[in-house]
């Protein structure tokens, strides 16, 4: 699979350099990539970059969450573990980007902010979609500087009165296993691709 990996990674890197990362032939790209890695099929994609952090944030008039650790602590004395804050324009970006690359596998505890986030932002989504469906429609149409997608408006208002049916908990996360480890360069995670591949099985296919 490391292979399929380094041939995928290599199509994408070329299809950036050729097109740029806004076009629509390297989000095809994005989508065959994943598609092949998985061994599913795609509908529809959306594709965004860090620019549109807080674009996202706004769309639901910021984001209260609980915060689950102390690493961004000593930068904003607010984000204290434990402390419920409303996350805007001036904090957003670092509550989900930040993480101190000095020390080894801190993007965990990142994976944790982005979690207690998503799962606050979906509940607010769901209101938003109930209340406002068109103007929030519109909204997203304004972030076309930073956003792609092959939804149609039709396509996007089935999605809405499917999330209103959606239960979404820290529950609902899935993360594949596999085994951590402090590279000369970056922190490396080696996926157990048994274990992967079962949950690809899991979670997209119906025994018949």
Same mark, same amino acid.
């Given at each position: 699979?490391? &292979?399929?990996?380094?041939?995928?990674?290599?199509?994408?890197?070329?299809?950036?350099?050729?097109?740029?990362?806004?076009?629509?032939?390297?989000?095809?790209?994005?989508?065959?990539?994943?598609?092949?890695?998985?061994?599913?099929?795609?509908?529809?994609?959306?594709?965004?970059?860090?620019?549109?952090?807080? %674009?996202?944030?706004?769309?639901?008039?910021?984001?209260?969450?609980?915060? =689950?650790?102390?690493?961004?602590?000593?930068?904003? =004395?607010?984000?204290?573990?434990?402390?419920?804050?409303?996350?805007?324009?001036?904090?957003?970006?670092?509550?989900?980007?930040?993480?101190?690359?000095?020390?080894?596998?801190?993007? &965990?505890?990142?994976?944790?902010?982005?979690?207690?986030?998503?799962?606050?932002?979906?509940?607010?989504?769901?209101?938003?979609?109930?209340?406002? =469906?068109?103007?929030?429609?519109?909204?997203?149409?304004?972030?076309?500087?930073?956003?792609?997608? %092959?939804?149609?408006?039709?396509?996007?208002? %089935?999605?809405?009165?499917?999330?209103?049916?959606?239960?979404?908990?820290?529950?609902?996360?899935?993360? =594949?296993?596999?085994?951590? %480890?402090?590279?000369?360069?970056?922190? &490396?995670?080696?996926?157990?691709?048994?274990?992967?591949?079962?949950?690809?099985?899991?979670?997209?296919?119906?025994?018949?």
């Amino acid at each position: 699979m490391d &292979e399929l990996y380094q041939a995928i990674e290599e199509k994408i890197k070329a299809a950036a350099k050729k097109n740029g990362f806004h076009d629509i032939i390297l989000c095809e790209d994005l989508k065959e990539a994943v598609e092949k890695l998985l061994g599913i099929s795609i509908d529809e994609y959306a594709v965004t970059n860090q620019s549109s952090i807080t %674009s996202i944030n706004d769309l639901v008039g910021g984001v209260t969450v609980t915060v =689950p650790n102390d690493d961004l602590a000593a930068m904003y =004395p607010e984000l204290k573990k434990g402390a419920v804050v409303t996350l805007d324009d001036s904090n957003v970006k670092d509550f989900l980007q930040h993480r101190d690359t000095a020390a080894d596998f801190s993007n &965990e505890g990142r994976i944790e902010r982005q979690q207690a986030y998503v799962t606050a932002y979906v509940d607010l989504l769901k209101n938003r979609l109930a209340s406002e =469906p068109d103007q929030l429609w519109q909204e997203i149409g304004q972030m076309n500087d930073y956003l792609q997608t %092959s939804i149609t408006k039709n396509k996007y208002l %089935s999605l809405a009165r499917l999330l209103e049916k959606v239960s979404f908990t820290d529950a609902d996360y899935y993360r =594949p296993t596999g085994k951590d %480890s402090a590279g000369e360069l970056h922190d &490396e995670f080696y996926v157990d691709e048994d274990a992967l591949r079962q949950l690809v099985i899991d979670l997209f296919y119906e025994e018949v």
